[in-house]
């Protein structure tokens, strides 16, 4: 049984530009949250989608966005990127309201 | 509001000898609590949680926490450390009672495992 998977692993963008990442939960869960880590720091939570719909949300700027499809896989988009937003991102998956979440490897994101 | 302060940000200890690590933290619900491990290039692992149920928990690993609602402390502990537990460590916060709200981290801890 597969875990929470994340593509791409590694990408680098230039500042300015948009960045979609990607997320596959683990079999049986149906929600779907992400994570920004920067380096040194705990993760901060962006927000939470749940039936397609963003369930929560963190405080992150609306450049942040994201969606849900049917299959419960997700994306995190980031729009006009910074320099501050190069980071690790964490996708995490769970099983409705009452269960733990588990984590993705990440996507390390560099903007230059 | 809810926040964690993870009062160390690195500790170093030998091998074989006990492990703290120490968590505060600050909830305006009944909270429930959270330790994660992340070993280097690799995902974030749970290690125990409390959901106010026995305030002491046992882990994986060999770990275990109490939750003390007098300290508003969580904090994590092992009697002998390894060598493969080198890696940082999360307290984490949810109002939720699984954890699948989204979480609260604290800054980690980093432990060191001396030979």
């Known amino acids: 049984d597969a875990g929470v998977t994340q593509s791409p692993t590694h990408l680098i963008k230039t500042r300015g530009q948009q960045v979609t990442l990607r997320c596959s939960p683990k079999s049986g869960h149906d929600t779907v949250s992400w994570y920004q880590q920067a380096l040194g720091q705990g993760p901060q939570f962006i927000f939470q989608?749940?039936?397609?719909?963003?369930?929560q949300r963190g405080n992150f700027p609306d450049r942040f966005s994201g969606h849900q499809y049917p299959n419960y896989s997700s994306e995190l988009n980031v729009n006009a990127l910074l320099l501050g937003d190069s980071a690790l991102y964490l996708c995490a998956s769970s099983r409705d309201r009452l269960y733990e979440q588990y984590f993705g490897p990440g996507t390390r994101l560099t903007v230059t | 509001a809810q926040s964690v302060t993870q009062l160390d940000s690195h500790v170093s200890v030998s091998e074989g000898t006990p492990v703290l690590l120490r968590c505060n933290y600050s909830?305006?619900?009944?909270?429930?609590l959270f330790w994660y491990v992340q070993h280097p290039n690799k995902g974030l692992q749970l290690l125990l949680k409390y959901t106010s149920a026995a305030t002491l928990v046992k882990g994986i690993n060999g770990f275990e926490a109490e939750f003390k609602k007098s300290e508003t402390s969580f904090h994590l502990t092992k009697p002998s450390a390894h060598m493969s537990d080198a890696a940082e460590y999360f307290c984490?916060?949810?109002?939720?009672?699984?954890?699948?709200?989204?979480?609260?981290f604290g800054k980690g801890t980093h432990l060191i495992i001396q030979p």
């Open positions: 989608y749940y039936e397609e719909e963003e369930r």
């Open positions: 984490v916060v949810s109002h939720s009672g699984g954890g699948a709200d989204g979480l609260t």
């Open positions: 909830s305006s619900y009944s909270p429930s």
